[in-house]
């Protein structure tokens, strides 16, 4: 039996397990995802009883992708990049070997007219954590020329941007303060990397304002990478005011079936995964 699992802190609003086990069922394996809670205080214990327990591999998710890698042994070039984590596979001599599948849910997400349209453009990303991490190696491939942050904390935000400068150095990064903002009309993309707006984390809020999203220019796209709830109040926004939308659904679902092939070898069914996340966010 194959033992998998999810941590994080809140992790309630989660719908990993829905989607590996649903996977699971329908390829025949015998196997259990689980949700486990899991606060930054309590992340050394967990790693412990994972390995002691038998577990083949976890998701990680807020606010451990970052703290995470103080206890991998090995990481894929992109986690090397991102610095950070958010699918580890323990492998048979219990050492841990961490992957960021984010950045290829990221990017696969993308519709190919909108990849083609963001080449040599600008974008911005809301937020500076680990998601924006990935989002940042993400449209840094898909060659984009120039990427605004916007954050809360600047100086915590700096060293990341310094480190992406380093990396890409044939793309301009510029750091702001959210607080600050007064236009985003140079942006041809807008990524929301905050969790504000999730359940668990002041859903019905936007981490910007009505008036700021409208300074986005015509034909511009609007990205949360939020998926529950599926239409987060940005979208919302952005729908009200013609913009296009791109929920964090396809990004959750693609970035997930990366780490499901990591664990088992086995391609899983990209429909059957959206399924089983879509069921569960509508109820059913």
């Not at 970052?66 to 090397?80: G, H, Q, R, S, Y």
């Not at 519709?111 to 993400?138: C, F, H, M, Q, Y």
């Not at 060293?159 to 942006?187: C, D, G, I, P, W």
Request: with cysteine; hydrophobic share 45%.
């Amino acid at each position: 039996m194959i033992k998998l699992a999810v941590i994080g802190h809140p992790i309630a609003q989660s719908l990993s397990s829905v989607m590996h086990n649903a996977v699971l069922k329908e390829m025949g394996i015998d196997g259990e995802y689980e949700t486990l809670d899991t606060e930054q205080s309590e992340l050394v214990d967990r790693i412990k009883q994972m390995k002691s327990q038998g577990y083949a591999g976890f998701n990680v998710t807020i606010p451990l992708k970052v703290p995470i890698t103080l206890f991998i042994d090995e990481v894929d070039e992109i986690a090397d990049i991102a610095g950070c984590v958010n699918t580890v596979k323990i492998l048979p001599n219990k050492s841990l070997f961490g992957y960021n599948t984010d950045v290829y849910g990221f990017m696969t997400a993308i519709p190919e007219d909108v990849k083609n349209s963001i080449k040599g453009a600008s974008a911005a990303i809301l937020g500076t954590g680990g998601a924006a991490r990935a989002a940042a190696i993400g449209l840094c491939r898909l060659g984009v020329k120039e990427i605004n942050f916007y954050a809360r904390n600047v100086i915590n935000a700096s060293k990341m941007v310094n480190f992406l400068r380093e990396k890409f150095y044939e793309v301009t990064f510029n750091l702001k303060q959210l607080e600050s903002m007064t236009s985003l009309e140079n942006n041809i993309l807008l990524v929301n990397t905050t969790p504000v707006g999730m359940k668990g984390h002041g859903m019905g809020l936007s981490p910007i304002d009505e008036k700021f999203l409208k300074t986005l220019p015509e034909g511009a796209v609007v990205y949360d990478i939020i998926y529950n709830p599926l239409k987060t109040e940005l979208l919302s926004y952005a729908q009200k005011n013609g913009y296009r939308l791109i929920t964090g659904l396809d990004m959750f679902v693609h970035q997930g079936a990366k780490a499901f092939e990591i664990w088992t070898g086995k391609k899983p069914k990209i429909e059957t995964m959206k399924i089983a996340a879509l069921e569960a966010l509508n109820g059913l």
